[in-house]
């Protein structure tokens, strides 16, 4: 067997990549509807109707971002916060507390590295575009001409939004279970870390919510000037008549999807995380 690092896991980059597939191929139409709301202020009803209209053709379509990211990026959050908290664990005498907020920040920030495919995911998503783009990899070349900076509009929100969601995650994850009569099933074990991932996965995701519009509107242009998340911030206050009720335009979709999605990831984790041997890929 080869030498390796204790303080390294695959399993856990793994545990994250499945549950984060299982999770988007089920809520991306979910998603759509959401992000339309978000970038054109519109109510559930009128979201939907577009994309009725649009045809099933088009329900799937930016899948592959999404897909792409979002895999990588649970990847990352789970098996990133585990690698860093054995490692700080080895290497300081910091508090549980201290290590755990400091392994959920560092690996959310490695996260927001993947803001590209949150770009093109937009791009694709916005009807704007259908006519523009043949594909995701016709989306990504045509931003290439731009600059590889293009790729990056939008960071400042994620790199805002991923540290502080990574640490209430990790902090709460366990005690919100712990809440629950103790069950001796897996089924009501898997029931159990359904229901503390979706509650406390929408409640990250509400609080957020605004800064995921802010970034939707960074996101949604191509070439230009780039702005800042503040100006950019001020611009969709602006347009909607300075009024917060309409910065969570939404809002109920999102925490439904939220509600869903978290309650998704969370579960399959933990299913992934008990059938998968803690040396796996090691040998």
Request: aromatic share 14%; glycine share 8%; with cysteine.
């Amino acid at each position: 067997m080869a030498p390796h690092n204790d303080t390294y896991r695959p399993k856990e980059f793994f545990c994250g990549a499945g549950a984060a597939f299982t999770n988007i191929s089920i809520t991306f139409p979910i998603n759509k509807v959401m992000f339309r709301q978000q970038l054109h202020g519109i109510n559930v009803y009128r979201a939907v109707g577009q994309l009725k209209k649009e045809g099933l053709w088009c329900l799937y379509r930016g899948y592959l971002p999404p897909l792409a990211q979002k895999t990588t990026s649970m990847s990352i959050m789970f098996g990133m916060f585990d690698h860093y908290k054995k490692y700080l664990s080895e290497n300081t005498n910091w508090s549980s507390l201290t290590r755990d907020v400091t392994a959920a920040l560092m690996a959310g920030s490695i996260e927001a590295l993947l803001c590209p495919f949150e770009r093109i995911q937009t791009l694709m998503l916005d009807k704007q575009y259908y006519g523009h783009f043949r594909n995701t990899a016709h989306a990504s070349m045509e931003l290439m001409s731009y600059g590889a900076r293009e790729y990056y509009r939008g960071f400042s929100c994620i790199l805002l939004r991923n540290g502080p969601s990574n640490v209430a995650f990790f902090l709460c994850r366990k005690p919100i279970k712990d809440m629950f009569p103790k069950s001796d099933s897996e089924i009501g074990n898997t029931c159990q870390d359904f229901v503390s991932g979706a509650v406390l996965g929408a409640s990250i995701s509400t609080v957020f919510y605004p800064l995921n519009v802010v970034k939707t509107r960074m996101q949604s242009t191509m070439g230009g000037e780039f702005i800042g998340m503040i100006d950019a911030f001020n611009i969709v206050f602006m347009e909607r008549n300075r009024r917060w009720s309409k910065m969570f335009r939404g809002v109920n979709v999102n925490f439904t999807r939220s509600l869903l999605s978290w309650g998704i990831i969370n579960a399959s984790y933990e299913i992934y995380s008990k059938h998968i041997p803690d040396d796996f890929l090691l040998d």
